[in-house]
């Protein structure tokens, strides 16, 4: 028997309505701040990555899914959407007459590394991209609405928190990367094979690894950004904002953010259940990326939200919770009754917005009734042999019990059922 291939995962009809409300959730809170949907093809040419990510980090290193078309590029399915969005934006510019773009995209991302609990090969995220703005009010706009937005799915603000810390701009980020290869150095010996190799290409990425033995060789290493005047009044106002707004946040300087693009602002959201890999949502200011890959100086600063780690957090059982149960189930007593029902199914899916369904491949009423109720069905129509003789029917209420005998007339059922399943 085939299975799905490891590090992906079906996502079953009883799972999927809590992945519907995530996303609505997200469509709606992103829309009151200002920010437009876009999205991006699944796959890129795999240099947009190497240039934007960096070549020698992990992602593009050992993690993208990485193939030759028919023309012979080297093509990649898309490890994280900040950099399509780049160049779609770059691409596209020229519709665009306002400076600043909010963009947030939703869907599937791609990385071949060891699948772990909240994180498959095929993953998704949902993310949120601010183009044209470095005033510091958009940086703590941008960590603000991702405690909005977990705070409106349910997750505790007292169970999630907020770190945050500042690269500085390219020259503080260079100062800090030596001053990391400096104090690192007494015990490179005692960290793991792929973070020896990162001593030289990218050393901000070794106080990203979740091996014990990394963790415990630098954890007494402190690291001490040393921000020009610039950068520090632009983390003060940041603060300062977060504070006025009442967003809790803890200074975290080994937040680094190890992707090659971020600079001044970055952050992690963690939640405590989850573990060692613990982050639901990260991100930062990446204000050289735009000029780097061609296009204008232009600043930046976005978030990625990894939507299995969030339905970890939200603590939320979704198998026994629909998102969306069935408004009506129409059953019958016997399969005289059946084209009689079909024609009212019809007239409910033709002239009302209500999802309603039948339970035919159950013979007996019994059967049929425990079938709508499985469905979540909040009312139950019955079509009775004796009732239909007098032109009446029977509506249940599934979640009260009280059952009625109504006049079986189109318009006057569907008025009553409109009064009986607010909207």
Same mark, same amino acid.
């Given at each position: 028997? @085939?299975?799905?291939?490891? *590090? ?12 519907? +409300? ?47 078309? !028919? ?39 791609? #990385? ?11 993953? +998704?995220?949902? *993310? ?10 958009? %940086?703590?706009?941008? &960590? ?28 503080? =980020? @260079?100062?800090?990367?030596? =001053?990391?290869?400096?104090?690192? #150095?007494?015990? @490179? ?15 901000? !990425? ?12 630098? =954890? ?9 005047? /610039?950068?520090? *009044? ?5 603060? !300062? ?9 803890? @200074?975290? /300087? ?5 992707? %090659?693009? $971020? ?7 963690? +939640? ?29 600063? *976005? ?17 026994? #919770?629909?998102? =969306? ?84 007339? $189109? ?9 009986? &399943?607010? !909207?």
């Amino acid at each position: 028997m @085939l299975k799905a291939l490891r *590090g992906t995962k079906d996502i079953l009809p009883d799972e999927v309505g809590l992945w519907i +409300h995530i996303e609505n959730s997200a469509r709606d809170i992103f829309s009151i701040y200002g920010y437009n949907e876009i999205r991006t093809p699944l796959i890129e040419e795999a240099e947009l990555f190497k240039r934007s990510i960096g070549e020698y980090s992990d992602i593009v290193q050992k993690e993208m899914y990485l193939f030759e078309d !028919r023309a012979g590029r080297l093509v990649a399915l898309r490890p994280e959407g900040t950099a399509p969005i780049v160049r779609a934006y770059l691409e596209n510019c020229g519709r665009y007459s306002q400076r600043l773009q909010k963009f947030f995209y939703i869907g599937p991302m791609f #990385r071949g590394e060891r699948p772990q609990k909240g994180r498959q090969r095929q993953f +998704h995220q949902i *993310g949120v991209e601010l183009i044209g703005s470095s005033l510091p009010f958009r %940086d703590a706009e941008i &960590i603000q609405l991702a405690t909005v937005f977990l705070k409106r799915l349910g997750i505790k603000e007292e169970d999630f928190s907020v770190r945050l810390n500042s690269l500085g701009c390219e020259k503080d =980020k @260079l100062l800090l990367i030596k =001053k990391c290869q400096e104090d690192i #150095r007494p015990v @490179l010996k005692s960290l793991c094979e792929t973070c020896i190799s990162r001593y030289d290409k990218n050393v901000l !990425r070794i106080f990203d690894c979740k091996m014990e033995g990394c963790i415990d060789a630098i =954890k007494d290493i402190k690291i001490k950004n040393t921000l020009c005047d /610039e950068c520090k *009044g632009h983390f003060d106002a940041v603060k !300062r904002y977060l504070n006025e707004w009442g967003v809790k946040f803890q @200074l975290d /300087e080994k937040i680094v953010r190890g992707l %090659d693009y $971020y600079t001044r602002t970055v952050f992690e959201i963690t +939640h405590k259940a989850l573990g060692s890999q613990d982050a639901i949502c990260a991100g930062g200011r990446y204000d050289n990326l735009i000029k780097d890959m061609g296009g204008k100086d232009t600043p930046a600063i *976005g978030f990625a939200l990894g939507v299995e780690r969030l339905i970890l957090s939200m603590k939320i059982d979704s198998t026994k #919770r629909p998102y =969306k149960k069935l408004d009506v189930s129409i059953v019958t007593t016997g399969k005289a009754l059946q084209d009689e029902a079909f024609r009212f199914l019809n007239f409910l899916r033709d002239k009302s917005r209500f999802s309603c369904d039948v339970h035919f491949e159950e013979d007996s009423l019994k059967a049929q009734m425990r079938q709508a109720e499985r469905s979540g069905a909040r009312l139950v129509v019955i079509f009775g042999e004796e009732e239909f003789k007098n032109k009446k029917l029977i509506i249940k209420n599934m979640d009260t019990g009280f059952q009625e005998e109504v006049d079986y007339n $189109y318009e006057a059922l569907l008025k009553k059922l409109e009064r009986d &399943i607010p !909207r």
